[in-house]
């Protein structure tokens, strides 16, 4: 039979209510169009419904977590199932006769977008119906850091990689008995305090993650939130147990021997066992308050997006970076040269050549339209200034002459206008007596309004004589009245 592909972006079309309705719209538009309507026996022979199924989250490390096809229980003759997921790498899937989708040890990439497709007929039409999920994977808080201390006669790194293997190689049987994971963090080597010379004491840390292989085997409901608190217990009562369970160990398993063949046997001796309990998200998970059954819960980072170990909260990907997949404990710098436009880059694609900035770019193209907006303006402005100076100079010319008598009044006006613009001048001497009779006349009334008329028309002082020689030279009205208030 014929399948119906998922489409890679999932549009949101409402369901059957708002097909039906395009249904029922269709008919109405046809029998108004002059066209007979279509019955409901004449349908075409393929019928699509999309649905969305919403969001799914999923125990990190689930030992198994079965999700069905249509979240509402469906009753039709020979369903097919295809499930498809929106990645560039396709998956196998393990899936049902019912059409349920089966996840073992649920890991972080397996989170993302699924769909399933259920195919059937129904009075002689080929029905498929679409369901969406966004599955995100998401662990509940707990956890446990030791601190081991061992006294060694060496502090080779050779000799230490052969103990921890040693090490490592007998902790598994207990990993298998206490349904965790020991990962060894960090080691350290430094002299005893002791005995310096002879005595090291090596320091290894292990962190203890609770969700190890079947951790969850009590947990089978299928209620979500009895699951979800069965999770809680299960946390708690395993770290507890993993405690009692590595101190007795390291109590039975007090030295470990490493052998080789140019030393003799070496034994790193163990004085010290500590732990400290933890309640932070891993590598590549952060809080949020989308699982509104669990929120203080760690759900994973979505492509785009990261968290560094031990942090709380996913952030975007920084400007120059970019993160494929989900549970990114840290991004992928893009290549050199090459830059992310804007935080939270998702693909490769998104990394384009470093250029200048959109606002840079938009200035300099709008300096040509700029220029032209202002250079008409400023050229207006040069053109006026550049006349006015001509008319002033052309006025000035004319009262050089011997007529310039008749028009005092409009020189006075001139010279007003000429001391605005700050345009410095020497007036025409058009003859020493002419000069004199005039500035002396301007002087008398001066002093005429100063009320001294017998000292400016008796002999002059040596102040005098020097504000009549500064009027000679300036022959001004206005800077010859303000020379006669200074002489008072």
């Known amino acids: 039979g014929r399948m119906l592909r998922a489409p890679r972006v999932w549009p949101d079309l409402g369901g059957p209510r708002v097909l039906g309705t395009m249904g029922i719209l269709t008919l109405v538009l046809c029998s108004c169009s002059g066209q007979p309507a279509s019955l409901p026996w004449d349908l075409p022979a393929i019928s699509s419904w999309e649905h969305q199924g919403g969001l799914v989250f999923i125990h990190t490390e689930s030992s198994l977590y079965s999700l069905p096809c249509s979240p509402i229980e469906m009753e039709v003759a020979d369903p097919t199932y295809r499930w498809v997921q929106d990645r560039a790498v396709p998956k196998l899937f393990s899936v049902t006769k019912e059409g349920h989708l089966l996840f073992q040890h649920f890991q972080a990439g397996d989170s993302g977008k699924y769909s399933c497709t259920i195919s059937y007929m129904k009075h002689g039409v080929h029905v498929f119906q679409t369901f969406h999920y966004s599955i995100f994977g998401y662990h509940v808080l707990g956890g446990l850091d030791t601190v081991l201390l061992f006294h060694s006669k060496l502090c080779e790194d050779e000799w230490t990689k052969r103990f921890l293997w040693g090490l490592q190689d007998k902790l598994r049987q207990l990993e298998i008995e206490q349904h965790c994971k020991l990962q060894l963090t960090a080691t350290f080597c430094f002299p005893s305090l002791n005995n310096p010379l002879d005595e090291f004491i090596i320091q290894v840390q292990l962190e203890v993650s609770l969700f190890g292989p079947h951790w969850d ?168 200034f550049i006349l006015s100076f001509c008319y002033l100079f052309y006025q000035e010319y004319q009262a050089s002459s011997p007529r310039a008598s008749k028009t005092t009044g409009s020189s006075a006006r001139m010279e007003t206008v000429t001391s605005f613009f700050r345009i410095p001048r020497q007036g025409p001497q058009v003859g020493p007596d002419a000069g004199c009779a005039n500035d002396t006349s301007h002087l008398d009334t001066s002093a005429s309004q100063g009320g001294d008329e017998e000292h400016m028309h008796g002999a002059a002082s040596p102040a005098m004589t020097s504000n009549l020689a500064a009027v000679t030279d300036e022959t001004t009205p206005v800077l010859t009245l303000e020379d006669g208030k200074d002489t008072f």
């Open 217 to 384: 085997k009590h947990c089978n409901s299928q209620d979500m939130e009895m699951v979800t608190d069965c999770y809680r217990k299960t946390v708690q009562h395993n770290l507890g147990q993993v405690q009692l369970a590595l101190t007795r160990f390291f109590k039975e398993h007090k030295s470990f021997h490493v052998t080789g063949a140019d030393i003799p046997s070496i034994n790193f001796t163990n004085e010290f066992v500590g732990f400290l309990m933890t309640k932070q998200c891993s590598g590549g998970y952060g809080q949020t308050k989308q699982l509104q059954r669990c929120l203080d819960c760690c759900i994973v980072c979505p492509p785009g997006m990261f968290s560094p170990p031990k942090n709380s909260q996913c952030s975007p990907c920084p400007v120059g970076t970019y993160s494929l997949t989900y549970g990114m404990a840290f991004c992928t710098p893009c290549k050199d040269g090459m830059i992310t436009r804007v935080p939270g880059a998702s693909s490769v694609t998104d990394c384009v050549k470093k250029e200048r900035t959109k606002h840079a770019v938009s200035i300099v193209h709008r300096i040509p339209v700029l220029l032209l907006i202002i250079l008409p303006a400023l050229l207006a402005i040069n053109f006026l």
